[in-house]
């Protein structure tokens, strides 16, 4: 079974910009393996923020962004609020299956 | 907009079956893929497994064994049945819209203990 790996932790400046990646074991991630992107705050349910790569929803703040960059897919925050001080994770699909990555816990101070 | 509302014991014994059941309102489950995830405490998302509305489904190879989701259109609702539960199967767990999910529900625990 692959692996899909994340930066286990990372921060960021008030106002500054970040890129979390998310990387699989098989090799390159593409646009076939329909990147997704979630964030989770203490005690809460995890919320969609990017699907199928780089699509937002309509709560999705226009600050945050999904990109295939380098062979990983990747969320940029431009412009982090303290409100996005979260944990983040990834999902990878592959046939039919799908695996979440271990999940970045982003600081912003 | 579409909601879902998990529900179910919080407490299951060792061995036996963890049952929960996901309420959809707001959107009809036909059409759809539908999936229970889980997260144990202080620790990352795990695929369970989901189930289209037409009642195939698809399971994480490692509860393959164990596990079962179906899908009741008339009552617009999916379960989750997990048999032969231990302390590692303490959790909690949400259902979700999709095979990558879109919408989630609130979760709920489970703990199994004696």
């Known amino acids: 079974q692959a692996v899909v790996t994340q930066e286990p932790s990372l921060t960021v400046s008030p106002g500054g910009t970040v890129t979390l990646t998310c990387g699989s074991s098989?090799?390159?991630?593409?646009?076939?393996?329909?990147p997704y992107w979630f964030q989770q705050k203490p005690g809460q349910a995890p919320r969609t923020l990017i699907y199928?790569?780089?699509n937002k929803h309509s709560w999705t703040p226009a600050r945050f962004s999904g990109s295939l960059l380098g062979g990983k897919a990747a969320l940029t925050l431009s412009g982090a609020q303290p409100e996005d001080e979260a944990g983040y994770y990834c999902?990878?699909?592959?046939?039919?299956?799908?695996?979440f990555g271990g999940g970045t816990k982003l600081t912003v101070l | 907009q579409v909601q879902l509302q998990e529900s179910g014991p919080g407490l299951v014994r060792p061995s036996e079956t963890l049952s929960l059941t996901c309420a959809v309102s707001?959107?009809?489950?036909?059409?759809?893929?539908w999936s229970w995830i889980r997260q144990p405490p202080e620790k990352g998302l795990q695929w369970i497994g989901s189930?289209?509305?037409?009642?195939?489904?698809n399971y994480n190879p490692s509860l393959k064994s164990r596990v079962s989701i179906s899908i009741d259109t008339s009552k617009n609702h999916f379960s989750l049945n997990l048999r032969s539960v231990t302390a590692a199967d303490t959790a909690m767990y949400y259902c979700?819209?999709?095979?990558?999910?879109?919408?989630w529900g609130q979760g709920t625990l489970v703990t199994v203990s004696s």
């Open positions: 999902l990878l699909s592959y046939s039919g299956a799908v695996i």
């Open positions: 979700a819209r999709g095979v990558g999910p879109r919408y």
């Open positions: 098989t090799g390159a991630v593409t646009s076939s393996h329909y």
């Open positions: 199928d790569t780089s």
């Open positions: 707001g959107a009809s489950v036909n059409g759809f893929y």
């Open positions: 189930v289209y509305y037409s009642g195939s489904a």
